[in-house]
């Protein structure tokens, strides 16, 4: 972790000696962070405002800019954000929200992308395939304690507790294939 991220830095402290020159690099930062990995908008302006040799004004005049070559597009970021997490590992609506909250995104915008994705990969899907990616690896539940780390493990991938109960009654019933397909 970088110390200098975490320090609160005081608007006293910055200079802007040059502002061409400033703007020059904090553009120059902004493309760099943005190869790196997509960011929100304001993921990339709180990294960009870490470097003293810049000001909130040249920050948002480098983010307006990135906007009309569209580079920087928060809904859109959510959207692929959203079905990319989904298809890496399938996860409950409450899981994927925790995801994304932390993204620094506005809640209605997250809320579209959630509704979105799983209109894209609908959860009963995610879940059949956590439940037999679940059954490869530890088998069917016999006792009932597996069953309830079964059901467990399924919360904790933020599955609703009626979705998980709907789908462990037919795993119980052996109508389940380790395939992840309903016979």
């Known amino acids: 972790?970088?110390?200098?991220?975490?320090?609160?830095?005081?608007?006293?402290d910055r200079v802007v000696n040059d502002p061409e020159r400033s703007r020059e690099r904090t553009m120059n930062r902004a493309v760099k962070l943005l190869a790196a990995k997509p960011r929100s908008v304001r993921e990339l302006r709180e990294r960009l405002l870490e470097k003293l040799w810049t000001d909130e004004a040249i920050?948002?005049?480098?983010i307006d800019k990135l906007k009309d070559y569209k580079y920087?597009?928060?809904?859109?970021?959510?959207?692929?954000?959203?079905?990319?997490?989904?298809?890496?590992k399938p996860q409950g609506k409450?899981?994927?929200?925790?995801?994304?909250?932390?993204?620094?995104?506005?809640?209605?915008?997250?809320?579209a992308a959630i509704t979105e994705a799983f209109e894209k990969l609908p959860e009963a899907d995610l879940i059949d395939q956590a439940i037999a990616k679940?059954?490869?690896?530890?088998?069917?539940?016999?006792?009932?304690?597996?069953?309830?780390?079964?059901?467990?493990?399924?919360?904790r991938q933020g599955f609703g507790f009626d979705l998980i109960r709907e789908k462990m009654s037919v795993v119980a019933s052996r109508e389940f294939e380790q395939d992840g397909q309903d016979q």
Do not use: C, N
């Open 59 to 62: 920050v948002d005049s480098v």
């Open 134 to 155: 679940r059954l490869r690896l530890k088998g069917k539940p016999v006792t009932r304690e597996e069953t309830k780390k079964f059901y467990d493990h399924l919360l």
């Open 94 to 111: 409450r899981r994927l929200q925790q995801t994304m909250s932390q993204k620094k995104l506005d809640k209605e915008t997250v809320d």
């Open 72 to 88: 920087l597009d928060d809904e859109q970021f959510a959207r692929d954000l959203a079905v990319s997490k989904l298809r890496q």
């Open 1 to 12: 972790m970088r110390g200098k991220r975490y320090k609160k830095i005081d608007e006293t």
